[in-house]
């Protein structure tokens, strides 16, 4: 599959506003340690872990997820649950500087937004994510606020067909990326992630993927 040139160059937020993308580069630098230390306590209840698609594939990056419900995958389909599957318990509570960052960042996007789940990927080099919309919620009036930590990636960011040839947008630690409207249901993935060392995060990327899911 071929892919356009790279966006984030010197005019990288006026031609990803050009897809229906806000970009916010280091937007999440002043709320880091909060999420870092969020991302932790939400791991330690709930760990992280390859979850199967509905044709049994593994996939490649680890989640787990906060709030009201969580998204889960297995052979039964791809869904929400009030319960974590593995501790038949309730996901940990959505922490509040997460719920203030989306908040922020979805205003700077023209959104009044207050998210009810967070999903947490996280991504080892080699990891990566295919093609997909995020249509599991029940109102795609919401918008999609995502913020990247640790290593850098490239997210790929389509059309509203699958069939789309994708832009390549390259994140670094920090940036926050919001989506909604016209463009709530465009196909979008990460691809895999190179080798490196962040100098907080270490050699990994967690992506946390703030929705309304209910």
């Known amino acids: 599959m071929s892919l356009t040139p790279d966006l984030f160059d010197a005019t990288g937020a006026d031609r990803a ?9 280091g937007f999440a630098l002043p709320f880091e340690q909060e999420l ?6 939400i791991a330690a209840a709930a760990p ?3 979850m199967l698609t509905p044709g049994g594939q593994r996939m490649s990056a680890a989640m787990t997820n906060s709030g009201e419900v969580g998204w889960v995958t297995d052979r039964k389909g791809y869904r ?8 038949l318990q309730p996901w940990p509570p959505l922490p509040e500087p997460f719920v203030r960052l989306a908040a922020l960042a979805a205003r700077e996007a023209g959104f009044t937004f207050r998210p009810d789940v967070c999903l947490i990927n996280r991504y080892e080099p080699g990891a990566r994510m295919s ?10 009036s919401a918008p999609i606020v ?14 509203l067909k699958r069939s789309d040839r994708p832009h390549r947008l390259p994140l670094v630690h920090g940036d926050v990326l919001v989506w909604g409207g016209a463009n709530r249901l465009a196909y979008h993935g ?12 270490g050699r990994v990327r967690f992506n946390l993927t703030m929705r309304k899911a209910l």
Do not use: C, M, W
Not at 18 to 24: A, E, N, P, R, S
Not at 190 to 201: E, K, R, S
């Open 17 to 25: 506003g050009k897809l229906g993308l806000t970009y916010l580069p």
């Open 36 to 41: 870092l230390a969020g991302i932790n306590r």
């Open 48 to 50: 992280l872990r390859h």
């Open 80 to 87: 929400y649950d009030r319960l974590d599957p593995e501790r």
């Open 131 to 140: 093609l997909h919309q995020d249509r599991d919620e029940r109102d795609f």
């Open 146 to 159: 995502s913020v990247s930590l640790g290593l850098g990636a490239t997210f790929l960011f389509g059309g």
């Open 190 to 201: 990460v691809a895999p992630l190179a080798d490196g060392q962040h100098p907080t995060v």
